[in-house]
């Protein structure tokens, strides 16, 4: 046989072993029930590498898992605030409510509780993100972005341009940047708060609900609650790069970008995914922006100090080594709750933390995988 034979004999074999489904070494998932029956998990942030908080959106409830101590602590919220997206700045935790159309900041060191009204009526506040000690938000039903400024108690509000948007993920990019999903109408949304401009880009149509966006380095991150596929969106060249999830339908709703990788849940593939970009060349595609200007109205509000409850509980977790399945620059691991409707994530030091809907668990994966996977790049 030729050596010009041998060594294409030989690329075929390495493209096939790269682009088939390979088993990855084994992981750990520990698994922790919430306490209340019915919690309905949704999203969470990480305090330590054993800390958590995330939201119990179906019992009104605040909620922090300890891993080091198996402890959960509920703080019921008052009836009716369906808690959704939040994040964390020092000891303060601050959440949307989803129903109770308010913004509010539990204090974790003092236990207490700060609420602040949305002046849209019912308008559905979901997602936000930190600008130093203020917060962006996303009003679903409003159709709005809102900013709130404890320090002057004052909320502003610039209307979406496209109507019927169902604004979601929000993530505060560089400088004046503010970046939206617009779940109802496949386009990511730029709010330059400097120039009160709103510029939207409109997703190919393989993307069909975009609900949660992460930043990092320049690029807006996101998945597809709709479909298998993952991109990223640079707004200084409108490039978007996008990949497609191995798993058939996958329904990715959030993802989490540790330095150059994307760590993604899979709420009908029922998998924890990663994809390592350098692996995987993502396709390019190039997007017309659209910019409109939105003057902002701004609303004085007052704040209130609702009581709320905590409840404490113990609760053991169920340990289960799963092994990862590797096609190309993906790896999956199958969570062992079935239907578990994994949902939100987040990740610290080799700990991936994630929220399942569905199963009302807390759950983390352990894994050396990210340092597993061959560097050769496949189309």
């Known amino acids: 046989m030729s050596a010009v034979i041998l060594k294409r004999l030989f690329v075929a074999i390495l493209a096939v072993t790269l682009c088939s489904p390979v088993w990855a070494q084994t992981s750990t998932f520990t698994e922790w029930a919430v306490p209340t029956a019915g919690s309905e998990p949704l999203h969470l942030v990480a305090a330590s590498d054993s800390v958590f908080y995330f939201t119990e959106s179906g019992r009104n409830t605040l909620a922090q898992l300890n891993t080091a101590t198996n402890a959960f602590v509920e703080i019921r919220l008052p009836a009716g605030s369906m808690p959704h997206g939040l994040v964390l700045s020092s000891n303060l935790v601050a959440f949307c409510a989803f129903n109770g159309n308010y913004v509010g900041f539990f204090n974790t060191t003092t236990g207490v509780l700060t ?7 019912n308008s559905g506040t979901i997602h936000l993100d930190l600008s130093g000690t203020s917060v962006f938000f996303t009003e679903a039903n409003g159709n709005k972005i809102g900013f709130l400024n404890p320090s002057t108690a004052q909320i502003t509000e610039w209307l979406v341009p496209t109507a019927g948007a169902l604004p ?59 479909s298998s596929w993952l991109g990223t969106l640079n707004p200084a060249t409108n490039v978007l790069t996008s990949w497609k999830s191995p798993t058939v339908n996958a329904a990715v709703p959030d993802v989490f970008v540790p330095s150059s990788l994307i760590n993604f849940t899979e709420r009908k593939g029922n998998k924890i995914g990663l994809l390592n970009p350098t692996i995987q060349l993502g396709a390019n595609q190039t997007l017309t922006p659209v910019i409109t200007q939105t003057p902002p109205v701004v609303t004085a509000v007052k704040s209130t100090s609702p009581h709320v409850s905590k409840i404490t509980t113990i609760v053991n977790p169920t340990i289960t080594e799963v092994a990862g399945v590797v096609t190309g620059g993906f790896t999956e691991w199958a969570i062992p709750t079935a239907e578990s409707q994994p949902l939100g994530i987040i990740g ?11 199963g009302n668990k807390v759950a983390t994966l352990v894994s050396t995988e990210h340092a597993s996977v061959a560097v050769t790049a496949v189309p």
Do not use: C
């Not at 609420?115 to 009526?121: A, D, G, N």
């Not at 610290?348 to 569905?358: H, V």
């Open 348 to 358: 610290i030091d080799n700990i991936i933390a994630f929220t399942e809907y569905s």
């Open 115 to 121: 609420t602040w009204p949305v002046p849209t009526p």
């Open 168 to 226: 979601r993920g929000v993530v505060v990019g560089q400088g004046a940047q503010v970046f939206v999903a617009e779940l109802g109408t496949r386009k990511i949304a730029m709010l330059d708060t400097s120039a009160n401009t709103i510029t939207e880009w409109t997703l190919p149509t393989v993307f069909k609900q975009v609900e949660h966006l992460r930043f990092s380095g320049g690029v807006v991150y996101f998945g597809d609650l709709g």
